[in-house]
């Protein structure tokens, strides 16, 4: 069957997202787009995930629990899990890794941590827009050990990308490759190209989805489907 997927998206945690972007309206605007499998990948932290599964069943969502890291190469790398404690685990992991650096919200926005009705429960005080400790390679160790995804973020962006800031694709263990312009990058590389929203604002989730062909709505078909390739784009 032929899905719609989403798998970048960040809410009001990323300061970089609108306060608005609440994990419970990412799952409603997700709803409307009839995207069928959703991520939610907040910069370097996890602690939004447990209102978006929630919001995500209420929705007939199926939720991939997930974060875009910050490598120390500042390669953005989405990590993508089945299991909300296998990703939060890698999540208090990756925060252990961040530089005590405060956040300024004035400067680079909140951070703000809610429930699943949008209730401010606290903010993470760490800056979540610095590079971690962690090389892009053990990224991808990390996660795959905890039956995770790996997708280079965005490659194709002239900033935060492996092509950006290492001017190569290092011959590792991907599940995928994500880009903006698809077709581009289709030519370059022999590998499963997909397309995401990279959603801050309400109004962007849904804007670069694709569609994938699997045998079932799953985590598991996910992970097939990816292998598989079986990739279109929306026009």
Same mark, same amino acid.
């Given at each position: 069957? *032929? ?12 300061? =970089? ?15 409307? *787009?009839?995207? %069928?499998?959703?991520?939610?990948? %907040?910069?370097? =932290? ?12 209420? +929705?007939?969502?199926?939720?991939? $629990? ?23 685990? $890698?999540? $208090? ?12 919200? *004035? ?7 809610? %429930? ?15 590079? +971690?400790?962690?090389?892009?390679? %053990?990224?991808?160790?990390? +996660? ?46 022999? *590998? ?17 989805? +694709? ?25």
């Amino acid at each position: 069957m *032929k899905i719609k997927l989403d798998l970048h998206n960040h809410s009001c945690l990323s300061p =970089c997202g609108s306060d608005d972007m609440l994990p419970s309206l990412l799952a409603f605007e997700a709803m409307e *787009k009839s995207i %069928d499998i959703l991520a939610l990948t %907040d910069h370097n =932290c996890t602690r939004n995930l447990e209102p978006f599964g929630q919001a995500c069943e209420l +929705c007939q969502i199926l939720p991939i $629990f997930g974060m875009e890291v910050n490598t120390i190469e500042d390669v953005h790398v989405l990590t993508l899990f089945k299991n909300i404690e296998d990703a939060q685990e $890698f999540g $208090f992991y990756i925060e252990t890794l961040l530089p005590n650096i405060k956040n300024d919200p *004035k400067l680079f926005g909140n951070q703000n941590i809610v %429930d699943i009705e949008g209730n401010i429960i606290s903010t993470f005080k760490k800056s979540l827009l610095t590079t +971690c400790g962690i090389s892009l390679e %053990d990224v991808i160790s990390e +996660c795959l050990s905890r039956d995770g995804l790996v997708i280079p973020a965005h490659i194709d962006k002239n900033a935060n990308s492996i092509l950006a800031n290492l001017g190569f694709l290092p011959d590792l263990d991907y599940s995928a490759l994500e880009a903006i312009r698809p077709s581009q990058i289709k030519e370059r590389y022999n *590998k499963t190209i997909i397309q995401s929203s990279d959603a801050h604002y309400l109004e962007h989730v849904g804007r670069r989805s +694709c569609f994938l062909e699997v045998e079932e709505i799953s985590y598991e078909g996910l992970k097939q489907g990816l292998i598989d390739g079986k990739v279109s784009y929306i026009q």
